[in-house]
């Protein structure tokens, strides 16, 4: 977890510098706050768990799962995370998920999908698409969503005989 906890604990920090102070127009004055817990249950994720997966600890001390949150006036942002592993064969998986994924839309396989496109400042384009990191050989990553900033992601990744696997739920919002 220590990997996942440092990659969302930067996005988290990375987020925060969107959140300014907007005019008291309601009278309420702006509202901000942020969560962390070290769980995320598979119907906030909106993903079923794979039939006798386990919880994925990469140490003794790693829990399985994360759900990170900040938000402010019109900014609101929350990361929910799950692993497992399972001795199944990443085929069977990889079905199961991107069945359970199509209820959500079409599935976008990472690993054929078009690189996303290097653009200098903001990009009005919020198209689903996957990072360089997602297409990496030996991974396989299913995204499904509204844009890059609401989606499900599940990724696969052969370790031995096992196939450890991620479950993701991204919700961003920035008015």
Same mark, same amino acid.
């Given at each position: 977890?220590?990997?996942?906890?440092?990659?969302?604990?930067?996005?988290?920090?990375? !987020?925060?510098?969107? /959140?300014?102070?907007?005019?008291?127009?309601?009278?309420?004055?702006?509202?901000?706050?942020?969560?962390?817990?070290?769980?995320?249950?598979?119907?906030? /994720?909106? %993903?079923?768990?794979?039939?006798?997966?386990?919880?994925?600890?990469?140490?003794?001390?790693?829990?399985?799962? %994360?759900?990170?949150?900040?938000?402010?006036?019109?900014?609101?942002?929350?990361?929910?995370?799950?692993?497992?592993?399972?001795?199944?064969? /990443?085929?069977? /998986? !990889?079905?199961?998920?991107?069945?359970?994924?199509?209820?959500?839309?079409?599935?976008?396989?990472?690993?054929?999908?078009?690189?996303?496109?290097?653009?200098?400042?903001?990009?009005?384009?919020? !198209?689903?698409?996957?990072?360089?990191?997602?297409?990496?050989?030996?991974?396989?990553?299913?995204?499904?969503?509204?844009?890059?900033?609401?989606?499900?992601?599940?990724? %696969?990744?052969?370790?031995?005989?096992?196939?450890?696997?991620?479950?993701?739920?991204?919700?961003?919002?920035?008015?």
């Amino acid at each position: 977890m220590n990997k996942l906890f440092t990659t969302a604990t930067t996005l988290l920090i990375g !987020t925060a510098s969107l /959140i300014s102070a907007p005019a008291h127009a309601d009278g309420k004055g702006f509202k901000a706050g942020a969560e962390f817990r070290e769980d995320a249950s598979l119907s906030e /994720i909106g %993903l079923p768990a794979y039939p006798g997966a386990v919880a994925q600890l990469d140490k003794e001390q790693d829990k399985a799962a %994360l759900t990170l949150g900040l938000w402010g006036g019109a900014f609101g942002f929350k990361l929910q995370v799950r692993k497992f592993m399972s001795s199944d064969d /990443i085929e069977a /998986i !990889t079905g199961f998920y991107v069945k359970a994924l199509s209820q959500y839309g079409k599935v976008l396989e990472c690993a054929k999908a078009p690189p996303r496109s290097k653009r200098e400042g903001k990009s009005d384009d919020k !198209t689903l698409s996957c990072s360089d990191e997602e297409r990496q050989s030996g991974k396989r990553v299913y995204k499904v969503g509204a844009d890059n900033m609401n989606f499900r992601l599940v990724s %696969l990744q052969q370790a031995g005989t096992a196939v450890n696997f991620q479950m993701v739920r991204v919700q961003m919002k920035v008015d």
